[in-house]
């Protein structure tokens, strides 16, 4: 009989969900196309004269993923006959096994396993409407969402501290209104970095994307200012001007919205369960641990 090499639960669930799906990063379309012609009844393998059907690898596979959405009818073609194989190889197994199912331990085990399954299935059916969800993103930006500081600006790099300086000099006898201009017209000039083409332009980027020095002097700025002190990094002297800021970037809600329903709908299950715990009347008969 084949040796199975995956973990069962964990291959399952990643081919199971990609095909469910119809994409994912696991290899091209024509690698994740399902099986033809399987249906619940369609039989599979035989086992001794038992015929084994694809309804019962489905009830394995969802009971060792405790996910009733998963079928052998999703998973890519290739893999199919792997958890087929898998299920024989238990069934097989099962028949010398199968004495042990009056022992307390086994009955203590299906109990637990009933219990996660009822939990899986409790999780599985419970609704998050968008409005919950939506709700949820804007009550907690601040505290889950909120991204680094994005910033856009321009920047004159040079290789020495005086050359810095004499660009600074020139921009400070500059008026106000016609800084940026000047500055663009100074990169063009001066410049040793690439974007001394396009007038020193870097656009918007995140303050992580920056060399420390850089991204801390550039974040003091307001809109509209430049340093006036140069700015040493490894790739020589700048000089930065602030064109725009904005401290309040959002991981986007599309797609953060999978994990806040996730969170919501455990939450939830997780208020059912207290509120079972809290109309269960238990008594403990423990004894008394002896103190010294």
């Known amino acids: 009989m084949k040796k199975i090499l995956l973990s069962v639960s964990m291959a399952i669930s990643a081919f199971a969900f990609a095909g469910m799906q119809g994409h994912g990063g696991m290899g091209t379309a024509h690698n994740m196309t399902p099986m033809k012609g399987l249906t619940n009844n369609t039989v599979v393998a035989e086992v001794n004269g038992k015929k084994i059907t694809v309804k019962d690898v489905n009830a394995y596979m969802q009971g060792l ?118 500055f663009a017209k100074l990169a063009k000039e001066y410049s040793i970095g690439p974007s001394k083409i396009d007038g020193g332009e870097l656009g918007w980027f995140d303050i992580n994307t920056m060399v420390k020095p850089f991204s801390q002097a550039a974040l003091k700025l307001q809109k509209g200012e430049f340093t006036h002190t140069p700015v040493k990094t490894r790739f020589g002297y700048h000089v930065i001007l602030l064109e725009d800021k904005n401290t309040k970037n959002y991981i986007p809600y599309k797609k953060v919205k999978p994990q806040i329903v996730g969170f919501l709908k455990q939450k939830k299950l997780n208020d059912e369960l207290k509120q079972i715990e809290d109309q269960t009347k238990v008594k403990y008969f423990l004894p008394t641990p002896k103190t010294r």
């Open 65 to 182: 993923t405790k996910d009733f959405r998963i079928r052998l009818q999703d998973l890519p073609a290739q893999h199919v006959k792997q958890f087929v194989d898998k299920y024989v190889q238990t069934e097989t197994y099962y028949q010398k096994a199968k004495g042990v199912t009056n022992s307390p331990q086994f009955k203590a085990l299906m109990k637990q396993m009933a219990v996660e399954l009822w939990m899986r299935q409790q999780y599985l059916n419970i609704k998050i409407s968008d409005k919950e969800a939506k709700e949820f993103y804007e009550k907690n930006k601040d505290l889950y969402f909120k991204t680094t500081p994005k910033l856009k600006a321009r920047h004159i790099v040079v290789k020495d501290e005086k050359t810095a300086k004499k660009i600074i000099s020139i921009l400070e006898k500059t008026p106000k209104k016609d800084v940026p201009k000047v």
